[in-house]
């Protein structure tokens, strides 16, 4: 009897098996759905750079000249900022590139693009010293030292979404150490 | 003696009735097989077909499409796979890639089979250094793909398979022979935001992100629209419903 229940248990066993197998023969089939796919990849190198310009000041006849220009590699924008002691005595002489907003700064709105490029320089920037000039250089009343300080910043061009560039001047540098004449 | 005969007969009947059966799928795969040189067979492999293409600003780039003469696909990789090159020929060497600047690039997909299907996109963004070694400190979101999971234009985003690094889009409907889909994205742009990672010494200022490359890569996935609920199941593990109106919804 237990000898029988043995036969009966392995019969059933190798049967489920057998089934199970002739199951998954069928299902093979029916797991095969049509699938494809495609895969791309590529890069890019983001070089980081300071842009750099270089203020040139000259003083003739009482005019103090100022001319920026940007000798790096990168676009940017500049503005100045003039400090003078007595300001009444200065006046400014300039394209409509530059304007003079609200803080006080003169910004020149058009890119300066990088050295060797057409736009690379900004217009020229005058401040009339009218103290020296309303003075005959013989007067014994001409100042022997008049401090005209020029502050000059640049910053990378940013571009916004919709490709629009513009200034973060939160990021600005100073080009050098303050000029004065 | 007798109920012993029984016994043993039974595995003989159970082990025949089971090779009856395979004997029988046999038949059928046999069939199949015969079907395969038919000439109706011959015009059924060019209506059940799939294919897939990407397109990057408007050119495939890469594709496998199933053909007469097997997979088939227009640029290979190293591996073996169906793998196109993205960014081909820009943002190296002389031209510099300026933060915030958007540059073109639209990626988009194309049922290049004969059968209808669904398809989907897995984009991967990253930062690694100049010698290749993934930096998981740089944020991979700072690489933008504008217009990318955007409302209204087809894709969905999965957002619960989608992390800083990737993004997985469903395009919604699905596309006929040929068709193509909404662009998944418009233009390529590096945040502004890679500026202020920087640090100013003796007047120099080096930046965080500087020298580093960024990568993308694509994977885009299609599989049949009959049957779909379950066919995408198999193929891609993820659990949708499809509308009366055919449309894909997660």
């Known amino acids: 009897m237990t000898e029988n229940k043995k036969w009966m248990r392995r019969t059933l066993c190798l049967a489920s098996a057998a089934l199970l197998l002739t199951a998954g023969a069928g299902s093979g089939r029916a797991m095969a759905y049509f699938t494809t796919y495609a895969l791309a990849s590529g890069e890019g190198t983001l070089v980081l750079g300071t842009p750099q310009t270089e203020i040139t000041e000259e003083v003739i006849n009482g005019t103090k000249q100022v001319t920026l220009q940007n000798i790096g590699d990168y676009d940017c924008y500049v503005r100045l900022k003039v400090f003078a002691a007595d300001a009444d005595t200065i006046n400014y002489s300039y394209s409509q590139n530059w304007t003079q907003r609200e803080d006080g700064y003169f910004y020149y709105e058009p890119i300066l693009t990088p050295k060797g490029t057409e736009g690379s320089t900004a217009d020229r920037f005058d401040i009339e010293i009218s103290a020296l000039k309303e003075t005959p250089e013989e007067d014994s009343l001409l100042p022997s030292e008049f401090n005209v300080i020029v502050i000059q910043e640049y910053t990378m061009v940013l571009y916004d979404e919709a490709g629009s560039p513009y200034a973060d001047w939160n990021l600005a540098e100073s080009a050098a150490d303050p000029a004065q004449e | 003696m007798k109920k012993r005969k029984h016994i043993i007969t039974s595995p003989v009947l159970f082990f025949s009735a089971a090779a009856v059966l395979l004997l029988l799928s046999t038949v059928g795969s046999t069939r199949a097989a015969l079907t395969y040189y038919s000439d109706s067979y011959e015009m059924n492999v060019e209506v ?199 449309s894909l919804h997660l």
């Open chain 2, 48 to 246: 059940s077909s799939i294919g897939v293409s990407l397109l990057e600003n408007g050119t495939i780039i890469s594709n496998r499409n199933y053909t007469e003469q097997g997979w088939v696909s227009n640029h290979v990789g190293e591996d073996g796979e169906p793998r196109g090159i993205l960014l081909e020929g820009r943002f190296q060497g002389d031209e510099k890639l300026v933060p915030g600047k958007q540059y073109e690039e639209t990626l988009s997909v194309q049922n290049s089979g004969q059968i209808d299907s669904y398809v989907r996109v897995i984009l991967y963004r990253s930062w690694a250094d100049a010698a290749g070694r993934r930096d998981t400190r740089l944020n991979p979101e700072l690489i933008h793909l504008d217009g990318l999971g955007e409302t209204g234009n087809g894709w969905i985003v999965d957002e619960s398979a989608s992390t800083k690094e990737r993004t997985v889009l469903y395009y919604q409907r699905p596309l006929a022979q040929g068709e193509e889909t909404s662009l998944l994205c418009t233009g390529l742009r590096i945040d502004p935001e890679v500026l202020k990672k920087a640090e100013t010494e003796n007047g120099q200022t080096s930046y965080l992100y500087n020298g580093y490359r960024f990568f993308l890569e694509a994977e885009v996935d299609a599989v049949q629209t009959h049957n779909a609920e379950d066919a995408i199941k198999s193929a891609w593990g993820v659990d949708v419903s499809i509308g009366e109106d055919k």
